[in-house]
């Protein structure tokens, strides 16, 4: 009776000493698994963060093209006035010189 005991008591212990590698070994596999997570949290942090970042420099880019798209139309309003300065300029020294 005492061997059957030591026998079934020998069984129980392998079931646990089983049931604990079973349980070590999920612990790792939630533990990678929460590494993962982390990581792939982190990458998308990133992303989100690039992404603002992009955005950002396309509101720059966008508000400076139309700052410079005001620059030209001015620099073309003033290059007309002083084109029509300058002929009436020559259109006076004609007169003048005509008178002359």
Same mark, same amino acid.
């Given at each position: 009776?005492?061997? %059957? ?6 069984? &129980?212990?392998?079931?646990? /000493?089983?049931?604990? #590698?079973?349980?070590?070994?999920? /612990?790792?596999?939630?533990? /990678?698994?929460?590494?993962? @997570? ?6 998308? %942090? ?16 966008? %508000? ?7 620059? #030209?139309? &001015? ?14 300029? @020559?259109? %006076? ?8």
């Amino acid at each position: 009776a005492q061997s %059957a005991l030591v026998a079934e008591s020998a069984t &129980y212990k392998a079931m646990l /000493r089983g049931a604990e #590698q079973q349980l070590s070994a999920s /612990r790792q596999d939630h533990a /990678r698994e929460r590494d993962t @997570h982390a990581e792939e949290a982190e990458r998308r %942090a990133e992303a989100s963060e690039g992404l603002a970042a992009a955005r950002d420099r396309l509101a720059h880019v966008t %508000a400076e093209a139309a700052s410079l798209r005001e620059a #030209q139309r &001015y620099a073309g309003e003033e290059s007309s006035r002083l084109n029509a300065e300058v002929r009436k300029e @020559h259109a %006076a020294a004609a007169l003048a010189a005509e008178k002359l």
